[in-house]
């Protein structure tokens, strides 16, 4: 029997948005908050990543923050 490797790519940090991405009229959510729910995401996934591939992890993952 051939165990297949399981594809588990190291989760990608979400890109920021520009400063002009926002238009300043109190959205709710702003282009902002949500980059800030995303970065949150990103983090968990990244440290649930690094748990998986510890031997990979210091070498290939940035550290968020």
Partial sequence: ????????????????????????SGCAPCVFDLY???????????AAWRQRHPGQAAASAPTPG
């Fill in 1 to 24: 029997m051939v165990v297949e490797p399981v594809y588990d790519p190291m989760p990608r940090e979400p890109v920021a948005p520009a400063l002009e991405d926002c238009c300043r």
């Fill in 36 to 46: 800030e729910d995303a970065m949150e995401r990103y983090r968990v996934q990244l």
